[in-house]
């Protein structure tokens, strides 16, 4: 069996085409498919359905060649649907609403991910994605779940950049991320987070090459670090030799957990770099709380206002 193409059905059942031979499957009138579909098909490349509006769970899941998927119309991908299709390269819904958990985990080859108005990544959705570096429209999203990107090693792109010395991993319109949700990505260099409202652990754990991170939009709610877990930002180190991380914070937060700027870093002679709005207070804008303060730091004082209208404090630990 390679090839099957029907014209006229509307709805595939639940494990209909189980480890089945087929290579190439295009059914232009399906709407739905269900669990299990395609559960296993070892030879399947390339699909397309494009009046489907919803995949159903494990519908292709485990389907290692599968490369060409056509979802044009979809707007539903539920739990596990595509994990461990680690021949994928690139997948884009256009209209994609609601996507499920561990949708693409363990896509091992899959480089881009294109979904126009999708606001929720899911748990674990691309946990493992270990070649996706560029995630489009992440300026839209607005709720990222637990361990959604772990160890999505090459990442380093997603929407818009704000600073042209930087490309940003641009999620601004994120209010909330879980735990540990970009744990060991280790090709993101700077990250935008101005809408964030509410965070879990570890949120950047391990992100090696790490060194810029935005809060500074002034719509920001001044509530804004309330809600961010007493380790949201530990884990922020390297692997060997000293660096640096800058934490960019224009809205002055009233939270008085500010354990959530805990940073652990495994060689002394690292610096942080907290930007404040120009003329402001440290102590406002960064209150007693914060983990620079501790004696594991040593605060060098203010080294310079730049050309973007902060002033710069620099810490070192010790």
């Not at 390339?46 to 389907?63: D, L, R």
Request: with cysteine; charged share 10%.
């Amino acid at each position: 069996m390679e090839t099957i193409s029907f014209s006229s059905a509307k709805v595939i059942n639940a494990n209909t085409f189980d480890s089945s031979g087929w290579t190439e499957v295009t059914m232009p009138n399906v709407t739905t498919i269900n669990q299990s579909a395609f559960y296993n098909c070892a030879n399947l490349t390339k699909i397309s359905f494009t009046g489907c509006t919803t995949v159903y769970q494990k519908a292709f899941q485990n389907c290692g060649k599968l490369a060409s998927v056509s979802l044009t119309n979809c707007t539903e991908v539920k739990d596990y649907a595509f994990s461990y299709c680690v021949g994928l390269t690139s997948i884009s819904m256009s209209k994609l609403t609601t996507l499920g958990t561990y949708a693409f985990e363990h896509c091992t080859a899959l480089t881009g991910a294109y979904f126009d108005i999708l606001k929720t990544i899911p748990n674990y959705c691309f946990y493992y994605c270990t070649s996706l570096s560029s995630y489009s429209k992440g300026d839209i999203v607005t709720k990222i779940g637990e361990y959604a990107f772990s160890h999505c090693t090459s990442l380093y792109s997603a929407g818009t950049s704000n600073d042209p010395h930087y490309t940003y991993l641009n999620f601004d319109s994120a209010t909330y991320i879980g735990n540990y949700a970009f744990e060991y990505c280790s090709s993101i260099t700077a990250i935008s987070l101005r809408g964030l409202y509410a965070a879990g652990a570890n949120i950047l754990y391990n992100c090696s090459a790490l060194i810029n991170i935005d809060f500074s939009e002034e719509y920001l709610n001044v509530t804004s670090y309330t809600y961010l877990n007493s380790y949201a930002f530990d884990g922020i180190y390297s692997n060997g030799g000293t660096r640096s991380i800058n934490f960019i914070i224009g809205s002055v937060p009233t939270a008085t957990n500010m354990g959530a700027f805990v940073l652990t870093f495994l060689n002394s002679g690292s610096y942080v770099y907290i930007y404040i709005p120009t003329g402001g207070k440290l102590s406002t804008y960064l209150p007693s709380g914060a983990r620079v303060y501790d004696s594991d730091f040593k605060s060098l004082g203010k080294m310079q206002t730049n050309a973007y209208g902060y002033d710069i404090y620099v810490f070192q630990y010790k």
